[in-house]
């Protein structure tokens, strides 16, 4: 017997109104897990490690203490 079928069978045995509740919920589960692969399928699309390179640089003397802020800094 195959889950389907199983819960088609219990789902038979319950009242209407139960059915009903049956019916929301699974419905919000089907809506969840849309949302829930729909995020994934994003995050997957956005790249991984490396996706800069090349696009961006910094200057070879970016630690360097800045002139402007010499009176500032301790000697």
Do not use: C, H
């Not at 045995?13 to 509740?21: H, I, N, R, Y």
């Amino acid at each position: 017997m195959t889950i389907e079928n199983a819960i088609l069978k219990n789902i038979e045995k319950l009242p209407e109104s139960v059915k009903q509740a049956v019916l929301d919920y699974t419905e919000f589960l089907v809506n969840r897990y849309a949302e829930e692969a729909a995020k994934t399928e994003k995050a997957a699309k956005r790249g991984g490690l490396g996706i800069w390179k090349g696009k961006i640089w910094m200057a070879d003397d970016f630690d360097q203490p800045l002139e402007d802020l010499k009176d500032y800094m301790q000697p």
